[in-house]
């Protein structure tokens, strides 16, 4: 009995040791390897000031903001360790000790006011964002003091969107501007080795980072492989890492080599159809909401595939978007009805403008053509490339188009739904409302969250209300890795890795 | 030879400078703001009064095109405006790709097309002519871009024996160099031997009906010196005239392949250029072809004169 009592002890044991072995290797990050990133493309200037963007992303690994969104979009510290707001005006910042940039310089109180005057400079492309800042004032070596115009709720998120990222100040004062465009110097966890004119981009790890136990990575090598089918051949035959978004028929099997992540599963991004309501016949009320009541989304949405369904300008996850909101219910005969109180009971002929550059709007088009034919609209599906298309919509030479938004980044519901304020510049579909330019006014100026979303809610009920657009939802895209890539988070706006997690389990 | 040469080098100049000039106007003539495609949809009038102002994009199109031309005869192609580095820097970088790549293609194609013409043409409507015919046709119907990812997926995924993407530089790896560009250059090359091995066997066929050719086999010349010797000479003069003018397809048609593949030659970047409004990329890539597509040319005319004693200039 003793003995089977102890054989049995003994084989526990071992079970338990030979689980926590197992467990271990799996939970446990290792430290080293580089992780190869296959990009669309590779920045031409890694200036996150001066960036003419253009969507990429992989110039900011180098970087860090004074604050950040965490994965619960709140705010978390970074190169601030706290800040105070006294009053709607003042933002006392109490930077992080400690901090180097790759240069060895120290990241301090004069780094951040000078970083704040080259944001309002006229070589940075966010000058008008940052015009709201009226002084920066060091109060001593780790503390600073913003003083804004005018009361601005949204300046945290401002600060924590890639606007945001602080630069170093003795790299851009010995060697320019020009030369810091392709010698990026921040205190991120990865800095800058070298940019190949053949589309490679290196950062190796920095060993003084702040947090010390990160990152896990050596390196980060970024690959321009421009066509998206390549990208995934390339993990499937393990040439590359990770993969910046592959085609949603690949899913599957890159699933099984690895694993996906949505990109801009937490930003505000949501793609509609849009009316210019400037000029017939979408001026008139009626004609939009025919429309919206014609285009059963629901059904477009399950024809797409991949599609997080949304049903006005705020996303359901966004703390400003009003839960009383429905979708528009599918209703061809009052679509009709409402056509023929306009003065189009014959039917009318109008050009959906897409662009190239979007084939999932493409089909989405395709079906609400079919959709609208069915109530007696003609819809001439007008494909053209990009940068046509976008002047044709900035300059209102369009009746009816397809696009996205996101806020420009930004999470604060204010990003999204400043796209209605009279002469913003992305609102091409031209609609306004006093109302609405009124709440939106107030609601930047007020600090209270739970009174800005109560004057959010309004706002985003008088536009659904309006019709300037059809909400499709969220056409998700997916990036890819392999199994041996641990750690894969991407940040709050949902378009950035945060490589500091990274980890690579294979020798 | 020498002073037709010069006389031909000589008559490239007014033929770049009107390329130039159409280029420049075919550019500037397309739809759409520079800024807006340079920066993207979400561009602010901040951005677009920045690029505007950074790179000329509002002076008078006569202003822009005469500074660009004084800068040429420099030898200053200007800034990319999209990637920021000077536009020789990134021709002397990107060109000998897609030249390697144009090049290992035409090599290729050649050594199969030529080779499988004669067979074809001297074993009229017997299998290895059908096999051969069939291959043709296939080359010619198959995209090149679907056979590019189809030899990735088999060569590269399936049977790893091949990189999937990349550049490697002769000069740096030889042999990882060659591996790199192999299913690159078949998937370009195919659609060129698909037409030479139909036209070195039409081209064959006829000269072995000529008298000559008769005589040559009356006199007791063995078979593969009749073929060789005699008959492939001749039907050349029209297969190198095809391959000297496909060449120019071929560099147009490395886009496709160099996508795929992530070749960084410059037929992507002149794409990319035309949809980012890159004007100054534009402009000095296509006089960069221009220029390559006339070389080629004049080397086509001079190979005349060797195959053809009788074709004197």
């Known amino acids: 009995m003793k003995r089977n009592l102890l054989v049995t002890v003994l084989i526990l044991a071992l079970i338990a040791a030979f689980a926590s072995w197992a467990l271990a290797d799996e939970a446990q990050p290792q430290y080293g390897g580089t992780l190869r990133y296959a990009a669309y493309d590779i920045p031409g200037s890694l200036d996150p000031q001066h960036c003419l963007h253009r969507g990429l992303t992989t110039q900011y690994i180098a970087f860090e903001k004074l604050l950040q969104y965490n994965q619960k979009l709140e705010f978390e510290p970074v190169l601030a360790i706290s800040w105070d707001i006294p009053d709607s005006l003042t933002y006392i ?76 100040e003795k790299a851009v004062k010995e060697h320019g501007d020009e030369w810091f465009q392709k ?37 980060v090598e970024f690959i321009k492989i421009p066509d998206e089918t390549t990208r995934v051949l390339a993990l499937e035959a393990g040439e590359v890492d990770y993969a910046y978004k592959i085609p949603l028929v690949d899913l599957p099997r890159v699933k099984k080599i690895g694993g996906v992540i949505s990109n801009g599963a937490q930003g505000n ?67 009709k009805k409402l056509l023929a109180e306009a003065g189009f009971s014959k039917g009318l002929t109008v050009d959906l403008l897409i662009r190239t550059a979007h084939p999932r709007k493409s089909q989405a088009a395709e079906i609400a053509e079919q959709m609208l034919g069915q109530i007696g609209v003609t819809v001439n599906i007008l494909t053209l490339e990009s940068a046509t298309a976008i002047s044709r919509e900035q300059s209102g030479d369009f009746e009816f188009g397809a696009l996205h938004y996101g806020g420009g980044g930004r999470i604060d519901p204010d990003g999204n739904l400043r796209l209605f304020y009279p002469g913003a510049p992305f609102n091409y579909s031209g609609f306004t409302d006093p109302t609405l330019t009124t709440l939106l006014d107030l609601g930047i100026r007020i600090t209270d969250r739970k009174a800005r979303q109560q004057l959010y809610w309004e706002a985003e009920k008088i536009i659904t209300e309006g019709f300037p657009m059809i909400w499709i939802g969220e056409l998700l895209e997916y990036n890819g890795y392999n199994s041996y890539v641990h750690g894969v988070i991407l940040e709050a706006s949902g378009y950035i890795l945060k490589t500091s997690e990274i980890w690579l389990s294979k020798p | 030879m020498i002073s037709y040469i010069i006389r031909r080098c000589l008559q490239l100049i007014p033929v770049l400078v009107g390329i130039s000039l159409l280029v420049f106007l075919m550019v500037h003539l397309l739809p759409g703001d520079p800024a807006i495609a340079i920066v993207g949809p979400e561009v602010t009038p901040d951005q677009i009064r920045q690029v505007r102002e950074e790179y000329h994009l509002d002076d008078p199109w006569l202003v822009q095109y005469l500074i660009w031309m004084k ?103 030889f042999p990882e160099a060659l591996r790199h560009l192999l299913l690159p250059s078949i998937t370009l090359g195919t659609a060129l ?108 005319d001079v190979l005349y004169g060797f195959l053809d004693p009788r074709i004197r200039y």
Request: aromatic content about 12%; some cysteine.
């Open chain 2, 71 to 173: 800068m040429i005869l420099r030898g200053d192609f200007g800034v990319s405006i999209v990637e920021n580095v000077p536009i020789s820097k990134l021709l002397l970088a990107r060109l000998p790709v897609t030249l390697q790549l144009t090049g290992f293609a035409m090599i290729i194609s050649l050594l199969i097309s030529i080779p499988a013409g004669v067979v074809s043409a001297v074993k009229k409507d017997t299998l290895s002519d059908n096999i051969a015919r069939v291959f043709a046709f296939a080359g010619i119907c198959i995209p090149n871009f679907w056979l590019g990812i189809m030899l990735i997926l088999i060569f590269g995924v399936l049977f790893p024996i091949l990189p999937v993407y990349g550049y490697v530089s002769p000069i740096h790896n």
């Open chain 2, 193 to 300: 031997a698909a037409l030479v091995t139909r036209m070195t066997r039409s081209c064959l066929l006829e000269v072995l009906a000529c008298d000559y050719v008769t005589v040559a086999r009356a006199k007791g010349l063995p078979e593969h010196v009749v073929i060789y010797k005699h008959a492939l000479r001749n039907a050349m003069i029209p297969v190198i005239t095809v391959v000297g003018l496909q060449f120019g397809f071929l560099l147009g048609g490395s886009v496709l392949v160099e996508t795929v593949f992530a070749l960084p030659g410059i037929g992507k970047l002149v794409v990319d250029s035309i949809f980012f409004r890159d004007y100054p990329v534009v402009q000095g890539v296509v006089l960069c072809y221009a220029l390559v597509f006339s070389l080629v040319n004049l080397l086509v």
């Open chain 1, 183 to 219: 010698h990026p110097v921040g205190t991120g966890p990865f800095k800058f080795q070298s940019w190949d004119i053949m589309g490679t981009l290196l950062f190796a790890k920095f060993e003084n980072y702040w947090r010390k136990e990160l990152p896990y990575l050596d390196a």
């Open chain 1, 269 to 335: 991004t949501i793609d509609y159809f849009l009316f210019n309501c400037s000029k017939p016949p979408f001026n008139d009320k009626r004609v939009r909401e025919a429309f919206a009541l014609a285009i059963d989304v629901d059904k477009l949405d399950s024809f797409i595939g991949n599609i997080e369904p949304e049903v006005g300008p705020l996303p359901f996850k966004n703390w400003g978007h009003n839960p009383e909101i429905k979708s528009v219910p599918y209703d061809p005969a009052k679509a």
């Open chain 1, 93 to 168: 910042f109490h930077l992080r000790k400690g901090v180097l940039f790759h240069d060895g310089s120290s990241f301090n109180a004069e780094v951040v006011k000078f970083n704040f005057e080259r944001l309002q400079s006229d070589y940075s492309e966010y000058q008008a964002d940052f015009s709201i800042v009226r002084n920066v004032e060091i109060l001593d070596n780790y503390t600073v003091k913003i003083l804004l115009e005018k009361p601005y709720a949204p300046f945290l998120d401002l600060l924590a969107s890639s606007r945001g990222y602080i630069i170093s």
